[in-house]
């Protein structure tokens, strides 16, 4: 899981320290997300993970300030995986994961 900012720089991470300089403001789901106000979460298509340089799918959930002002990202990304423990990873992933660390945020008032 990892937290980017408007920019689509690398803030935090559960990756571990030290943070890779790592901007994602190239991907597609970046500026799909920034754009749209309305869009909440968007599953990207697979892209070449900057951490692992293995396939990924992205899901990418927009966060937004008072008023909807956009700060950043919150994304995980899934190691492409065969049938369905992929289906099922991220079918998990999307229900679980980001709104945990979305209400961990809000609780912390850094959102």
């Known amino acids: 899981m990892n937290i980017y900012n ?6 935090n991470s559960s990756g571990g320290w030290p943070l890779a300089d790592v901007n994602i403001a190239g ?8 754009s749209n106000r309305e869009l909440k979460l968007t599953l990207g298509e ?14 990418a ?3 937004n300030g008072l008023g909807g002002v956009f700060l950043g990202y919150a994304v995980a990304g899934l190691r ?11 079918f998990l992933l999307s229900l679980i994961y980001l709104p945990l660390l979305f ?8 959102v």
């Open 103 to 110: 209400g961990a945020l809000l609780l912390d008032r850094r």
């Open 80 to 90: 492409q995986a065969a049938g369905r423990r992929w289906a099922r990873n991220l």
């Open 61 to 63: 959930h927009r966060l």
């Open 6 to 11: 408007s920019d689509g720089q690398l803030i």
């Open 27 to 34: 991907r597609e789901y970046f500026g799909a997300l920034k």
């Open 46 to 59: 697979p892209v070449q993970s900057y951490f692992t340089g293995k396939p990924t799918t992205v899901i």
